[in-house]
């Protein structure tokens, strides 16, 4: 069966710290994967998307950035955090091929002070 | 642009039955989901719905109309752990990326 993992789990940084957020799959080969961010009190926003290694895509313009270096392997990443990169950080992974149910990971929630 | 659409909040009791309603104008339609988040914890899919009509899955259902652009969940018996948000998402088209969801609906159970 298919797993998901996101770490860490829980993070405290201070504005204008990098930041590195993994997911990784296991079970699947060649998923579909996604970056989706949930403000407090909002509906989930998607950030990224990877149909492939090295192939990303931005829905959103922002500070954050994101690379598959490995098949099974998402990574969301910034330079410099601001304040309102707070959030639960959400990795979903998808089978593609009209496989349209997408599967969430446990997320990681990010405090910028 | 995309709209979906939630009640903020509903309560219920133990035992009994709530209908969660999702109603969507989108620019396109694929598919229409339902998850569950409980606080702090990532969202577990529920239901697909692509075709009009209801859906059962133990206690919970989903009812799809196309036409009107509406949805609901429905959970029977419920129970404690039922208490929980509920989001609607919607799929635009047969790429993953375009999947909207609503704000979620954030249900409390009450013995």
């Known amino acids: 069966s298919q797993t998901i993992h996101q770490w860490p789990a829980t993070l405290v940084q201070p504005v204008g710290s990098p930041l590195s957020l993994e997911c990784t799959v296991e079970g699947t080969s060649n998923p579909n994967l996604y970056w989706y961010r949930q403000a407090a009190g909002r509906g989930l926003q998607l950030l990224f998307y990877s149909v492939g290694i090295g192939q990303i895509s931005s829905e959103v313009p922002q500070n954050l950035s994101a690379s598959r270096p490995q098949d099974r392997q998402f990574i969301l990443s910034s330079k410099k955090l601001l304040l309102s990169d707070s959030g639960f950080y959400l990795c979903?992974?998808?089978?593609?091929?009209?496989?349209?149910?997408?599967?969430f990971g446990p997320g990681t929630r990010l405090l910028v002070l | 642009g995309q709209n979906i659409d939630q009640p903020t909040e509903m309560t219920a009791t133990e035992g009994a039955i709530v209908q969660i309603n999702c109603t969507y104008q989108t620019s396109g339609f694929n598919g229409l989901f339902w998850y569950q988040q409980h606080a702090g914890e990532a969202p577990t899919f529920l239901s697909y719905?692509?075709?009009?009509g209801l859906e059962e899955k133990g206690r919970f259902s989903s009812f799809l109309s196309r036409s009107k652009g509406y949805s609901y969940l429905l959970l029977k018996e419920l129970q404690m752990k039922d208490s929980a948000s509920y989001l609607c998402?919607?799929?635009?088209?047969?790429?993953?990326?375009?999947?909207?969801f609503g704000p979620g609906t954030r249900l409390s159970v009450l013995p």
């Open positions: 998402a919607v799929i635009l088209d047969n790429y993953g990326q375009n999947f909207v």
């Open positions: 979903a992974w998808e089978l593609g091929a009209d496989q349209e149910t997408q599967y």
């Open positions: 719905n692509v075709l009009d």
